[in-house]
Nanobody, 126 residues
Framework: QVQLVESGGGLVQAGGSLRLSCAAS????????LGWFRQAPGKDREFVAA????????YYPDSVKGRFTASRDNAENTVALEMNSLNPEDTATYYC???????????????????WGRGTLVTVSS
């Protein structure tokens, strides 16, 4: 059974930083593309980042590019999201997701990720 567990969320002031982590189990971690998504109350789920199997390639939407950095530690079965220069607009529940392989690895469609964590809440105050 695939399990993804996010951690690291919390309250931070605008301009601050947070580092989110996601611990995976029940899968051959190195064979999976990892993604981060976020969802604010009343809004659709939004793509945040994707990282390829070996961690050598990352992809971000314009809304977070240059501020967020995804990384992975395949020896520890973890993926991280370093978030800098946070804005109130970044407030959301952040989800870790996994999909097998590297085909179409940059996809921003949440429907293409079959495995999900339960999320960690990030609140950015003004």
């Amino acid at each position: 059974q695939v399990q993804l567990v996010e951690s690291g969320g919390g309250l931070v002031q605008a301009g601050g930083s947070l580092r989110l982590s996601c611990a995976a189990s029940g899968l051959s971690f190195i064979t999976y593309t990892l993604g981060w998504f976020r969802q604010a109350p009343g809004k659709d789920r939004e793509f945040v980042a994707a990282i390829s199997r070996l961690g050598g390639r990352t992809y971000y939407p314009d809304s977070v590019k240059g501020r967020f950095t995804a990384s992975r530690d395949n020896a520890e079965n973890t993926v991280a999201l370093e978030m800098n220069s946070l804005n109130p607009e970044d407030t959301a529940t952040y989800y870790c997701a996994a999909r097998y392989g590297d085909d179409n690895w940059r996809t921003s469609r949440s429907s293409e990720y079959p495995y999900w964590g339960r999320g960690t809440l990030v609140t950015v105050s003004s």
